[in-house]
């Protein structure tokens, strides 16, 4: 039998996929790189915004046509379930990733990055999130489980083990008895030598573990990679949004990251045109990224999506969000781009990790920062002279 993937979304989208194929791999699937030549297909759906939704359900559409046998998982298994069976595919509601995760991994082709998801669910109540009511609420996964997978996939080649979730700061909130520090010091306690990248958190989790946590940052197997949605900068938005924090307590929170770890990568999320949103609120998240001055800002424009309480709530005028839209991506880049060009010079340790265009590699810094290096082995700690740098990237040379 021969089986196709296609992963759309957030890296746990991903990283379910990958239980998937590995499930597939243990059942004697060959792998195949076009939908065309395979028996079955599956399709990890995304459901984020409405635009996504639309993107996915055409995708559905193509694929079924190919009269194979189609499969989604993901949030649109759940969430449109009754379009999916009626574009002839099959939604795999009930798919147990715990169960998947409890079988030991695939001994097969050398994966140097590899994504385990570590819980379901989350503990939000933002007010226009409907993956939240997709998901249901937290269900972190047993942590032997997640450790011996890492032990598993480290064993068969892996160097950089992406821990995710829907929020990662939750993990062990359902359990109150062993939370994210230690699932990170449980991984990093295994022998060899790799890199563990840690995936989104909520603010207002991360605040319950934040002291500890940073203390699990220490480990040199750790990246400093801090990926915190900020998401409004404005108090009355962000109490709209029901986010559980406010902007001073994220931007201290920032603040003291920055000053544990002077070499770090921040992450953060801003939404344009949340329902509510006046210029003056708009403006405070603008003066908010010159202020803080993240490393990656992923900009979204609001989406109301049905089933969330601000689904029907008035939001500003299209080309109003439009133009704040472009306003936070033009200053987002030239942020990155100035924090970028400041590496210009120096020696930065790094993993290569994944292969590039034009006979390159893509290397990844202790924090994370992505260096494109003239091609060589994957999976490799190197030390790489930076030369150049664009808002995307740093250019390195191996030294």
């Known amino acids: 039998m021969k089986a196709y993937i296609e992963s759309y979304g957030c890296t746990l989208n991903k990283g379910e996929a990958s239980l998937i194929e590995d499930s597939l791999s243990r059942k004697g699937f060959e792998f195949v790189e076009k939908p065309e030549k395979a028996d079955a297909i599956f399709i990890a759906t995304c459901a984020v915004i409405e635009a996504t939704e639309r993107h996915m359900l055409k995708r559905i559409k193509e694929l079924s046509a190919l009269k194979k046998e189609v499969y989604v998982t993901g949030c649109l298994a759940a969430w449109r379930d009754k379009e999916i069976e009626e574009l002839g595919a099959t939604p795999l509601r009930k798919l147990d990733?715990?169960?998947?995760?409890?079988?030991?991994?695939?001994d097969r082709a050398n994966r140097v990055i590899s994504t385990?998801?570590?819980?379901?669910?989350?503990?939000?109540?933002?007010?226009y999130c409907v993956t939240r009511t997709i998901r249901g609420k937290l269900r972190s996964y047993e942590p032997e489980l997640?450790?011996?997978k890492a032990k598993d996939l480290i064993r068969n080649g892996t160097k950089e083990i992406r821990i995710t979730a829907q929020d990662a700061a939750c993990y062990g909130f359902d359990r109150d008895n062993f939370y994210l520090p230690e699932l990170i010091r449980g991984i990093t306690s295994i022998e060899g030598r790799f890199r563990v990248?840690?995936?989104?958190?909520?603010p207002n989790?991360?605040?319950r573990?934040?002291?500890?946590?940073l203390s699990s940052f220490a480990n040199k197997k750790v990246y400093r990679f801090f990926h915190l949605p900020l998401q409004s900068a404005d108090d009355e938005i962000l109490k709209a949004m029901r986010r559980g924090y406010t902007?001073?307590?994220?931007?201290e929170a920032i603040k003291r990251i920055k000053e544990e770890y002077t070499e770090s990568t921040i992450a953060t999320d801003i939404i344009a045109g949340f329902p509510g949103e006046s210029w003056q609120s708009f403006m405070k998240s603008y003066r908010a990224l010159q202020l803080l001055k993240p490393d990656i800002v992923n900009i979204t424009r609001f989406s109301p999506r049905e089933g969330t309480e601000a689904y029907s709530w008035p939001k500003p005028i299209s080309r109003e969000v439009k133009t704040?839209?472009?306003?936070?991506?033009?200053?987002?880049?030239?942020i990155t781009t100035e924090i970028n060009r400041s590496f210009i010079g120096m020696p930065l340790e790094a993993l290569t990790c994944e292969y590039g265009k034009d006979n390159t590699v893509m290397a990844r810094s202790n924090f994370y920062k992505p260096i494109v290096i003239p091609a060589t082995k994957l999976g490799k700690f190197i030390r790489a002279k930076i030369i150049d740098a664009n808002r995307i990237y740093l250019v390195g040379k191996e030294i």
């Open 97 to 106: 990733f715990e169960d998947l995760l409890n079988e030991s991994s695939a």
């Open 116 to 127: 385990i998801p570590i819980s379901t669910g989350c503990l939000g109540k933002c007010s």
């Open 146 to 148: 997640i450790i011996e």
């Open 197 to 202: 990248r840690v995936g989104m958190m909520t």
């Open 205 to 207: 989790n991360y605040l």
């Open 209 to 213: 573990i934040e002291k500890d946590l």
């Open 247 to 251: 902007f001073d307590e994220y931007s």
């Open 324 to 334: 704040r839209s472009r306003m936070l991506t033009k200053i987002s880049r030239d």
